[in-house]
C-alpha cells in the first residue's frame, strides 16, 4: 500500500483537502494526516466540520465521513512519527490547502512542527512533495518562496480549477483541483473526464 501524508493547513479550501482525503482512502492508501491548529478553525467556518485536536478522536471523527485505506493522524510536535525522519519518508507528500504562512516556513527551510519537518524531508530526499496554496493574488514573497520550492523539487498546484469541463456545482469544480494532485500522484481516477478522451 503506498503511503502518502496529507497535511491541511489554514488556507481557505478545506474542501480540497478533504477530497483528496477521501480519494486517497477509497484507492486503499495508506494516510497519515497532519493537521494545523489553523486548518480545525478554517474547518469550522468553512464546513461546520469539527476536526477535534487528539489523534484518536480526529481518526474516529474522520472514519465517520470516509472508509477504506489506512488512516492515520500526527500531532503537531510528534517527532517520532515517521514523516519526521528520512529513513521512513511516505512516497509523497501533499499539503492541501497550502497556507503562505506554511509555504514560506517550507521554503526556508523551518521544521518547527512536523508539518514543515515532514516537507523538508521529501525535499532532502527528493521525494514527491506537492503544495496547493490557495492564495489570490500572490505577493511577490509569495511568488519567490513558490520559485525556491519549485527550484527545490516541490511542485506548485495552486487551486486554480478549469471550467471546461463544464462543472454543474461545487463539488466538480472541487474535483477538477483534486484531479490534478491525483494526477500527480500517478493516481488512477475517474473524478472529470481527460481531455479529447
Known amino acids: 500500500m ?3 501524508t496529507l497535511a491541511l493547513t ?3 479550501g478545506m474542501a480540497y483537502g478533504l477530497r ?3 480519494c486517497l482512502l477509497d484507492a486503499d492508501r495508506e494516510v497519515d494526516l497532519l493537521v494545523s491548529q489553523a486548518a480545525r478553525v478554517v474547518a469550522r467556518q468553512e464546513l461546520d ?3 477535534p485536536a487528539d489523534n484518536a478522536a480526529l481518526v474516529e471523527a474522520l472514519r465517520l465521513r470516509f472508509a477504506g485505506g489506512m488512516l492515520r493522524a500526527y500531532a503537531d510536535k510528534e517527532w517520532f512519527a ?3 525522519s528520512g529513513s521512513n519518508p511516505a512516497q509523497a507528500m501533499v499539503v492541501c ?3 503562505m ?3 514560506a516556513a517550507i521554503a526556508q527551510g523551518l521544521a518547527e512542527n512536523l ?3 515532514a516537507a523538508d524531508v521529501m525535499l532532502k530526499e527528493r521525494r514527491p512533495l506537492i503544495l496547493v496554496p490557495r492564495e489570490t493574488p500572490f505577493s511577490l514573497i509569495h511568488l519567490r518562496n513558490m520559485t525556491t520550492l519549485a527550484e527545490a523539487g516541490a511542485t506548485i498546484l495552486p487551486a486554480n480549477p478549469g471550467f471546461y469541463h463544464r462543472p454543474g456545482d461545487v463539488a466538480a469544480v472541487v474535483d477538477f483541483v483534486v484531479a490534478r494532485i491525483l494526477d500527480q500522484l500517478g493516481m488512477e481516477h475517474a473524478l472529470l473526464p481527460r481531455w479529447g478522451a
Open 97 to 99: 490547502p497550502c497556507s
Open 20 to 22: 483528496l482525503l477521501e
Open 101 to 103: 504562512g506554511s509555504l
Open 10 to 12: 489554514g488556507a481557505s
Open 82 to 84: 515517521p514523516a519526521a
Open 115 to 117: 508539518l514543515q519537518r
Open 49 to 51: 466540520l469539527i476536526l
Open 2 to 4: 503506498k503511503r502518502i
